[in-house]
């Protein structure tokens, strides 16, 4: 059996790789970690196709993590008890069938010109107001938030409070109870907002969570809980793409080559989303029901199970020089949204919001560069998902 290895919750600097990860993929596709809370140790697969066999097995459950201590990275459960992330089928395919509708192709097309006018609104005041700018600041969090709560919803009032419970709620810093409190209150938004509502709908979601609710599809709670991780998932975005802006910012070479030939944008999307870091450490885990070998080992029933997506994407077997980034990579089959049941409901939209910001500071920043040395920049520190503090541009 191999060895338990601590995997501390390190802060990072830019896009670096996790060391601890590196180590662990070294020992073998199948290993144990105890990470900085919760008990005891779990299981880590980090080898690409057993990520995806994992991911897409019902003997591998995350409702059961709820009864379980689990070692995780948050000192505290982010998901409510009944949140889609904690559920299997066929509970887990009725809640996101709930809000399905607006995330389909169709779903997000239609949200891509209001988002584009969003944007556009942004970046010709940032443009106004003339460098230097810091893009985290006036378009890396504004914007993510603006269209995520147009798709929820949310009254442009509300929207500071929102962001600011994510923040907390996807921090570490503050300390595992304001962290809590963050998200009690905005599970208390969300419930008076569909008490508002009731059964009167709309095509925004919690216009279509309460259409669910008022047709007894799902509870107010489990309604509740998808609000808060749909939210919540704005935040990741915000992270995601100032992870990419910063990667076009330190290696120009890159810019340049997307600036010269725009049709490469799409397949450099894929690679830049497959080699970012995303997260720090491993997300949600998931217990075994019955005891399973996956890649040689034996995992028993009851036992805890990570899959390393990070891991997954530089997967050589998969992707031929796995550390490089290569803009016209194909094919790029990454997991970056996971896979199986629990793939990213928001990935669309996410990609959408992306390659919109991407496009912008490629075309309407002539000569955009990094307003201080490098070495200056600052990455979030305790936070779940690893993203720049702030980017401050000039141009």
């Known amino acids: 059996m191999p060895p338990v290895r601590s995997w501390p919750a390190l802060d990072l600097f830019g896009t670096e790789f996790d060391p601890v990860l590196a180590g662990l993929m070294r020992e073998g596709p199948v290993t144990r970690i105890k990470l900085p809370n919760g008990d005891g140790w779990a299981w880590m697969v980090s080898a690409y196709e057993d990520v995806r066999t994992v991911t897409n097995d019902r003997r591998f459950s995350r409702r059961a993590v709820v009864d379980h201590n689990v070692t995780r990275l948050a000192p505290h459960f982010i998901p409510v008890d009944g949140a889609v992330g904690f559920e299997d089928p066929p509970d887990h395919t009725r809640l996101r069938r709930a809000v399905a509708p607006a995330f ?3 779903g997000v097309e239609q949200l891509r010109s209001r988002a584009r006018e969003m944007l556009d609104e942004l970046v010709d005041g940032i443009l106004r107001d003339g460098p230097p700018a810091d893009l985290t600041e006036r378009l890396l969090a504004p914007f993510p938030l603006a269209v995520v709560c147009e798709l929820m919803g949310v009254p442009a009032a509300d ?5 600011e419970w994510t923040t907390l709620i996807l921090s570490s810093s503050a300390g595992a109870g304001r962290s ?9 938004y969300f419930a008076e907002q569909l008490r508002e509502r009731g059964a009167e709908g709309g095509e925004d979601v919690l216009g279509l969570l ?19 991780l749909i939210q919540i998932g704005g935040e990741a975005v915000t992270n995601n793409t100032g992870n990419m802006l ?3 910012l330190s290696r120009p070479e890159l810019a340049d080559a997307l600036r010269a030939d725009p049709g490469l944008r799409p397949s450099a999307l894929d690679e830049l989303l497959r080699y970012i870091p995303h997260r720090s450490a491993v997300g949600l885990s998931r217990i ?18 990570y899959v390393s997506y990070l891991a997954a994407n530089r997967d050589p077997e998969v992707f031929p020089d796995p550390e490089e980034i290569r803009l016209d990579r194909n094919p790029n089959p990454h997991v970056s949204f996971g896979y199986g049941p629990h793939y990213c409901l928001g990935g669309m939209l996410a990609r959408l919001e992306s390659e919109l910001m991407v496009d912008a500071l490629l075309d309407r ?10 070495a200056e920049l600052r990455w979030r520190p305790g936070a779940l ?3 720049p503090e702030g980017l401050p541009v000039t141009w």
């Open 104 to 106: 389909t192709t169709k």
């Open 210 to 228: 309460s259409t669910a609710i008022a047709a007894g599809e799902v509870t107010a709670s489990e309604a509740v809980g998808l609000a808060l």
């Open 365 to 374: 920043f002539p000569g955009l560069a990094l307003a201080v040395p490098e």
């Open 159 to 163: 929207r500071p409070r929102l962001h």
């Open 180 to 188: 809590e409190a963050a998200k009690d209150e905005m599970c208390a």
């Open 246 to 248: 910063y990667l076009l």
């Open 288 to 305: 075994a029901m019955e005891d399973v070998t996956v890649a040689g080992h034996t995992i028993l029933a009851g036992e805890a199970v």
């Open 385 to 387: 998902i690893r993203g």
